[in-house]
């Protein structure tokens, strides 16, 4: 059974931090490319940063370069977004993505999201 369970949500000041990990089950993690997206009330779901397979590239939203970074960890079957200097328009509902194409199949699997509130 394919399991993604986002955690490290929660209600911050602007200017904080948070750290969203997202731990993976029933799939095999290194194969997969990996992401975070977002949804905002009333907004569409959109991408915040991706990273391949091994790690070894990754790419982010302009809104978030410079402020997020997306990393993972293979042998624990965990994808990281450790987020910095938040402001309120990073509100949003953050759900953690896996994604893998083979042979013309798409393989892509999302997690529950969990709640990111930046304000004062």
């Known amino acids: 059974q394919v399991q993604l369970v986002e955690s490290g949500g929660g209600l911050v000041q602007p200017g904080e931090s948070l750290r969203l990990s997202c731990a993976a089950s029933g799939f095999i993690f290194s194969w997969y490319g990996m992401g975070w997206y977002r949804q905002a009330p009333g907004k569409e779901r959109e991408l915040v940063a991706t990273?391949?397979?091994?790690?070894?590239?990754?790419t982010y939203a302009d809104s978030v370069k410079g402020r997020f970074t997306i990393s993972r960890d293979n042998a624990k079957n965990t994808v990281y977004l450790q987020m910095n200097s938040l402001k309120p328009e990073d509100t949003a509902v953050y759900y953690c993505?896996?994604?893998?194409?083979?042979?013309?199949?798409?393989?892509?699997?999302w997690g529950q999201g969990t709640q990111v509130t930046v304000s004062s």
């Open positions: 993505n896996g994604r893998r194409e083979a042979w013309g199949v798409v393989y892509d699997y």
């Open positions: 990273i391949t397979s091994t790690g070894g590239m990754s």
